[in-house]
Nanobody, 127 residues
Framework: QVQLVESGGGLVQAGESLRLSCAASGRTLSSCAMGWFRQAPGKEREFVAA????????DYADSVKGRFIISRDNAKNTVYLQMNSLKPEDTAVYYC????????????????????WGQGTQVTVSS
């Protein structure tokens, strides 16, 4: 079992930055590919970014590419999402997810790929 707890969300103005953190317990994250997803009111949960268990592979949704950076610190059992140049359309609840994975470079993008989920943290970007 993996327990994931997100933090770092909040209310910011357009153009500002936030860094989300996802702390894990119950299992070392070094055996997991990790992802960030988001869900806005009335919309489906969508892929934002993923990082392989080795940290060598990353993948981003087109909507955040060049603005968001996913990273991980396996020693701290934590994954991060640095969000820069935030836009009102980035407003959503952001979820951290983990997939127990054997492949070093795999970066899953689909909701059903992931085994574990956090409770989410709200990010609100005002114009």
């Amino acid at each position: 079992q993996v327990q994931l707890v997100e933090s770092g969300g909040g209310l910011v103005q357009a153009g500002e930055s936030l860094r989300l953190s996802c702390a894990a317990s119950g299992r070392t994250l070094s055996s997991c590919a990790m992802g960030w997803f988001r869900q806005a009111p009335g919309k489906e949960r969508e892929f934002v970014a993923a990082i392989s268990k080795s940290g060598d592979g990353t993948d981003y949704a087109d909507s955040v590419k060049g603005r968001f950076i996913i990273s991980r610190d396996n020693a701290k059992n934590t994954v991060y999402l640095q969000m820069n140049s935030l836009k009102p359309e980035d407003t959503a609840v952001y979820y951290c997810s983990a997939k127990v994975e054997s492949r070093n470079y795999y970066t899953p993008r689909r909701v059903y790929d992931y085994n574990y989920w956090g409770q989410g943290t709200q990010v609100t970007v005002s114009s």
